[in-house]
């Protein structure tokens, strides 16, 4: 079925640097993508998020890139703090109001 | 604001009993209350989507007998796991959303069943 995937389970960063979180989405009608920083034990907490008729959309410290051409999706942190250590996921809005959630990558900032 | 809290945070049953998770939306009025699973290093599985007064639809492979969900009210909604065994045993987090694609989420409640 459809789905929404990354291609790194896990990144390793240092502090100051940026960093870049990728993911694939499948459904090419997909409309909106939202960005989740999850940590342990927690429920996901909104970072950003993009409709398809925009390629780029950008927060504070964090810009999210879509590329439709190749569905692709990804993440920049930039200035990468300690406190942005946890499993990122990209997720794909569905009818109904569903998100269909990729697999997360795990970041992890060392001091 | 878009507060959404989890009641138990975490909870140990034993095998063949229920438990009931409460998701409550704590500062609006939520038209839509979803629960999803999460495993271990996994990501978050949609297991059902509920609206105020009207029966939950469970996605495709979800038990509704066993994962009975309650939404009684725009600001309170309620997941039993009924005789629950220890492949239950997970994170179960629910999210609440008033917009199309809004969706705020609690805490979660990590369930062990021993």
């Known amino acids: 079925g459809e789905s929404v995937g990354l291609h790194l389970p896990t990144l390793s960063v240092q502090e100051g640097d940026n960093s870049i979180i990728n993911c694939a989405y499948s459904n090419s009608a997909s409309d909106y993508f939202i960005w989740y920083k999850q940590e342990s034990g927690k429920g996901p907490q909104f970072i950003i998020d993009i409709r398809s008729n925009m390629d780029k959309r950008q927060g504070q410290r964090v810009t999210v890139l879509l590329n439709k051409t190749v569905k692709h999706l990804s993440l920049q942190i930039a200035a990468t703090q300690p406190g942005d250590s946890a499993v990122y996921f990209c997720?794909?809005?569905?009818?109904?109001?569903?998100?269909?959630f990729g697999q997360g990558t795990e970041l992890s900032v060392k001091p | 604001g878009a507060v959404v809290s989890q009641h138990p945070s975490w909870v140990i049953c034993k095998s063949g009993t229920s438990v009931k998770i409460e998701c409550r939306s704590l500062?609006?009025?939520?038209?839509?209350m979803f629960w999803y699973r999460q495993f271990p290093k996994q990501s978050l599985m949609l297991m059902a989507t509920s609206n105020e007064g009207s029966k939950a639809t469970y996605e495709q492979g979800v038990e509704k007998d066993k994962f009975l969900i309650n939404h009684a009210s725009l600001t309170l909604s309620t997941l039993t796991v009924t005789s629950a065994h220890p492949e239950d045993s997970s994170f179960y987090i629910c999210s609440a959303s008033r917009v199309s694609y809004e969706q705020y989420f609690g805490p979660g409640t990590r369930l062990t069943v021993t």
């Open positions: 997720a794909e809005g569905q009818g109904g109001g569903k998100l269909i």
């Open positions: 500062d609006f009025q939520a038209t839509t």
